[in-house]
């Protein structure tokens, strides 16, 4: 297992964790002053400077990208929501590859219209289907780009509005499904929130395989849990085994960044820089 | 599949539903005016009341259980809080016989303390081993008495606090390790609220069969869920395909109550007589 407690080389910053306080731009320079030498950026974000002035800032910086959140949402409706719904993760990949990310993130979505409070229909069944055949069509155009995509399953929680593949289990079927070969174009984005209640994580992790293991993500759960999307715990705060699952990563051959992705109110009121002192602290003692 | 739109001889009402409105004999009474013939109460309702006078008035009235809510909560952090918890369970394995119980609920607990905020330990592997002892140990108890014992799988939200235990598979595969003759003594209970998000729900339930299957819980999941546990909904106001899974309950061999159990700020805030007319109109409606 890789000792995390020397620097924090392979400390990368989900850039939500500092969203409230921060324009990207400012956030980049703010990783660059402490050494912090990977971002997760999310595109709303990046919209929110400029593509390009982004992609230069990255370069004269010398940060790279663990991930780039995110692509997904494919269920829709109709027809036309299916096709827009791909169009849009076209771009997604396309931004990524400007970006130069090791990966597209995908948040697959679930029942359409349940994250406004009005799902168009409820047959989870169904979404799941949209799902399938949404990312075989981005695969297909993000195998011409070169550009890997990587599933996140979601906590169960967050089953009707964000995402209907809510266990590792389920997310490496589907890859097995529409990547026989493992090409490396498909894999898992691993984030401890969503799955360390899963009995089957090890066995799963184990599974997955270097081919497969796209991305790792950490924070922490706390005990009570006071909010469904926005309480994630720090690092170190909360109930997860942190090193066990690194292990189990490192293990089954995965040797990347770990991305720390907190969305949390309690963190998003307090000074940006001393939540990304705390994360590196966090990083190097308890990840 | 049956039909339940004629009448509600098949719902039961968990108590917990309107427990900020009424005392359980007066849910007792109310239930048996609108000719609900089960109920599956909770423990500290009953002793609220009193075990016998509970007993003496099911009797009277002719209103039986679904099950008894419950044992359980096996983790803890040494030996003596171990042997307290066997203890509980044995009395709760007696209470149910006293009020002729289909079933002992087990909402099976995990890291102790963490309920009250404090985990003891955050090892899930080893509260997941302490409830395993924990069930053997109670079924011995339960297999003499002749009371089954059901295991309820906890949405995994509640991982930390109330049960490591979050999948009817998982809970399938400790009914087939410590009952692999499926005697009938120790099984499931199923609610929608917890499992309606499993990709694996219908092959799991078919898998269970009639020997497992002890009981079935409806209400509804909100889009949004602003609470992680009192924003239940009821049934049809959320996002549950009701009768998709009762239809494969019900083809899987359970012809057992559906019983309605609702935890919600929301309806707590109601007229009790508002929530139990509603509870039989959806019953017949959308159950």
Redo the contacts between chains.
Sequence with gaps: MRDLSKDHELLSLNTATVRKQWRLDTIIDECARRGIRAIAPWRDQVAAVGLDVIARQLRDTGIGLSGYCRGGFFPAPDAAGLAAALEDNRRAVDEAKTLDAPCLVLVVGS?PG?LQ?K?AY???ARA?NEVRDGIAAALEYARAVGMPLAIEPL???Q???RA????LE?ALDLCDELDPGRSGMLGVAVDVYHV????KLHQQIRRAGEDRLLAYHVCD?L????D?LNDRGMMGD????LKTIRREMEAAGYAGLCEVEIFSEDWWSRPGGDVLDTCIQRHRSVV
Tied chains: 1, 2.
């Design positions: 029942l349940a409070g799902p409820t047959d989870i799941r906590h169960p929680m089953a009707a509005e209907c593949i809510n266990t389920h360390w209640w899963d009995p759960w005990a009570p849990t006071r469904l909360g109930v997860v085994e």
